[in-house]
């Protein structure tokens, strides 16, 4: 097995030697290299490859955060990670731009340990390396602007209510995945996975939404100017609504208890983030997708791989998975045109979200209809005992549909 090499950055030589005595059991796993500033992080970075690089904040000459975005533009498949003490809410948001995870100090052993591990989990469970490489710096991501004015005016209001702040979340997909990010962080410490963006809220605290989630997010924020991509983009927005409303319903249906539907509403909301990394990465390979997805009958998720080097489905869940979101939402995205590949035997995410997907089909815009391209997968439905449920659930989603059809 070829060990990880991990880099820790900290002008506090004690901190680097109490790192180093308690990640000593797990050398045969990782190799350790340390750096006592940002300069001295470089060179190394230089001379070695680092799998991943844990940084403080509060250092001479180069912040953390100034050093990560160096590194995410030098080494875009090196995993990073925020390690400090400091714990404003400027000094949080400068870290969220830049760093995949943001780790409070002080941090137990153990608690750094499977942080470390589960970034080298996901990896692992990315079957292809071009995925890692390609996506890179994954906070580039577009987002509607009307989102953020919304927010800003309803925020500034006495009587706003966390309910009426997650309404306007829900209907962005970035932001959605931005909060959980924060809120399943280990700078909370919680001990469960949020999937509620209204729960979420609450334990943020509406004052903080601005300067933690809307600014970071802001910054780094794709600027889409291409008219026929403002349209795609506003396409699968819709497509995310109607998705994310039925999926919930279907989980609400089947009496999905305690977070269980919230988790389904966000599989359906960010069920497509895939295509949105694509177009914030090549608006001319998406064309070139759009373009043979109406010249050829070869399935799209093969046309993504072949043009992109992997498709959404794995795009979305790798990025999802470094944000923490909960594993059942990461499921529901990674396999939701292949469910049966889930090893589960009953309802939950996937069985939602891969449903509502076939149900709600879109219909066609100017031949990019196969874009969205889902088959039902009967013998999955059969198998968790569901089937039967299916008439059903096509007269959620025609209420679904008129919702829609009447705003």
């Known amino acids: 097995m070829n060990k990880k090499n991990i880099l820790f950055v900290d002008d506090n030589e004690n901190i680097l030697s109490g790192i180093q005595r308690q990640l000593r059991p797990y050398r045969e796993q990782w ?3 340390f750096a006592h500033n940002g300069l001295q992080a470089l060179d190394m970075l230089a001379k070695q490859p680092i799998d991943l690089i844990v940084s403080d904040m509060q250092m001479p000459e180069i912040r953390g955060d100034q050093l990560l975005k160096q590194v995410s533009e030098l080494y875009p498949a090196t995993v990073r990670m925020i390690l400090s003490g400091y714990a404003d809410d400027e000094t949080l948001k400068a870290g969220l731009e830049v760093a995949h995870q943001y780790v409070s100090k002080p941090c137990s052993a153990e608690m750094l340990r499977e942080v470390i591990a589960q970034v080298f989990k ?13 996506i890179g710096d994954i906070n580039q991501l577009p987002s509607l602007p009307k989102i953020y004015n919304e927010l800003n005016a309803i925020i500034t209001k006495e009587n706003t209510t966390s309910r009426d702040i997650a309404e306007i979340f829900a209907r962005d997909m970035v932001l959605s995945a931005k909060l959980l990010q924060l809120v399943n962080s ?5 001990n469960r996975k949020i999937s509620s963006l209204t729960e979420a809220i609450n334990l943020i605290g509406v004052k903080k939404l601005n300067s933690l989630v809307l600014s970071a997010h802001v910054k780094s924020g794709f600027p889409v100017t291409n008219p026929q991509m403002q349209r795609y983009m506003e396409y699968i927005w819709q ?7 039925l999926s ?3 989980a609400l249906s089947e009496q999905q208890m305690e977070d269980r539907p919230d988790q389904a509403y966000l599989g359906g909301l960010l069920h497509n983030l895939g295509l949105l990394i694509f177009l914030s990465r090549d608006g001319d390979k998406l064309n070139a997708l759009i373009d043979q997805t109406k010249n050829t009958q070869i399935p799209v998720s093969e046309l993504e791989t072949s043009i992109f080097g992997f498709n959404r489905c794995e795009a979305a869940a790798y990025v999802l998975s470094l944000w923490k979101i909960p594993p059942r939402v990461i499921e529901a995205i990674l396999l939701q045109k292949t469910p049966n590949d889930s090893d589960y035997d009953g309802v939950n995410a996937l069985t939602a979200v891969h449903t509502a997907s076939c149900l709600l089909k879109p219909s066609v815009m100017e031949g990019c209809d196969r874009l969205f391209e889902i088959d039902l997968d009967f013998s999955y439905l059969e198998r968790i005992n569901k089937l039967e449920r299916l008439t059903h659930w096509q007269s959620l989603a025609e209420k679904v549909l008129a919702h829609y059809a009447d705003k």
């Open 186 to 190: 280990p700078y909370f410490g919680l």
């Open 122 to 134: 996901i990896q692992a469970c990315v079957t292809n390396p071009k995925i890692i490489s390609g």
């Open 248 to 250: 919930k319903l279907i």
């Open 239 to 245: 497509d995310a609504a109607r998705v994310s409303d």
């Open 31 to 33: 190799q350790l290299f």
